[in-house]
């Protein structure tokens, strides 16, 4: 349901269009299929992508008589076949709500998760919800406030911290996010947690400051926990589109991602970049924010997005 919700307005797009240019009982021209095409790039699914959808159009109705119900059958099967063909990423795809199947899990805990993104994109909320959904999960959670070139961030997860009732280690403003990482993984350690989250600096910055001050945290946390950070994410607005995938590709270098938290997917009518995400970049989409609230992070799930897009 949530999912359908926050996927409402890109369904809108998709439905109006269908129902606007592909009138029942016309004949289905190539003029409509260009003007169709052009309206599902706006949708952020990517040139080739928005191409592939036409074709299977092309080949099945041009210069037959309209049946809207076919023709949407036939785009949801194209989604569902671009969101789950071959071309995946790699990852346990496998439909399952549960947050801890998407993660790689430190049997010998704890499982430390490395958060990253550009300021803005919704990194702070996002590690907010992210604690949220592993502690309703039975997860005890340390969070590492480590963009400390930002006071309100820190600020903010603490307010979160305690409302979700769990620890929160941070640092100096300004100081080494390394050494806040350093104190994170310790305390999570003493207290026997579950889960370490690691938030970053997200100022946007050269590519090689930002890979030094990854690659230190990264060495800091593996020297105190074996195999540390066990993932890194990576949080894209989905309301930036196609313009978030670049600075997404520079990150994911970076940082080593292993997979993306997608913010703002609701009231975005650009849901479709989830397409060009899964096919540019070798990681997948684990989770999908729909929403300002604790509760508004979702496991993503390709067929139930579909579904939520279906027209
Ligand atoms: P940060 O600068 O990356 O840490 O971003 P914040 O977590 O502070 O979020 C920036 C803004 O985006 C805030 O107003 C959040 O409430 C909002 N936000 C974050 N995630 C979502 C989401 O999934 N949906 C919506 N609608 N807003 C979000």
Redesign the pocket.
């Known amino acids: 349901e949530k999912f359908k919700s926050g996927l409402q307005k890109t369904r809108q797009v998709l439905n109006t269009d269908v129902r606007d240019l592909f009138k029942a009982g016309a004949i289905l021209d190539e003029e409509m299929l260009e003007e169709f095409e052009g309206r599902l790039i706006r949708s952020d699914m990517g040139v080739e992508a928005a191409d592939e959808i036409v074709a299977e159009l092309r080949k099945q109705h041009l210069g037959r008589t309209v049946d809207p119900q076919a023709i949407a059958e036939t785009v949801n099967a194209k989604l569902r076949d671009l969101l789950s063909g071959e071309d995946r990423a790699e990852g346990g795809e496998e439909e399952n709500a549960d947050p801890l199947t998407r993660l790689n899990l430190n049997p010998d805990g704890p499982t430390v998760i490395l958060v990253s ?13 992210l604690a949220k959904l592993l502690t309703d999960a039975g997860q005890s959670v340390v969070l590492s406030a480590g ?1 400390t070139f ?1 006071a309100a ?1 820190v600020e ?1 997860l603490t307010m979160w911290a305690g409302r979700i009732g769990c620890e929160i280690v941070t640092g100096e403003a300004n100081s080494d996010p390394a050494s806040v990482a350093h104190r994170g993984a310790a305390r999570a350690k003493e207290l026997g947690a579950d889960v370490l989250i690691l938030d970053t600096a ?1 100022r946007l910055q050269t590519q090689t400051n930002l890979m030094n001050e990854l690659g230190k945290i990264r060495r800091v946390v593996g020297k105190q926990i074996d195999g540390a950070p066990h993932e890194s994410l990576l ?1 894209i ?2 309301t930036t589109g196609q313009n978030g995938l670049s600075q997404a590709e520079k990150f994911s270098e970076a940082a080593g991602c292993t997979g993306i938290v997608l ?5 975005s009518a650009k849901g479709g970049v989830v397409i060009p995400i899964r096919r540019r970049m070798s990681i997948p989409v684990k989770f ?5 609230g604790l509760g ?2 979702a496991v993503f799930e390709p067929e139930k997005f579909v579904r939520a897009l279906e027209i």
């Open positions: 993104g550009v300021n803005g994109v919704g990194k702070t909320t996002s590690i907010a919800k963009d930002r961030a903010q997200g949080v607005d989905a913010s703002k997917l609701d009231g999908v924010g729909l929403g300002e508004d992070l």
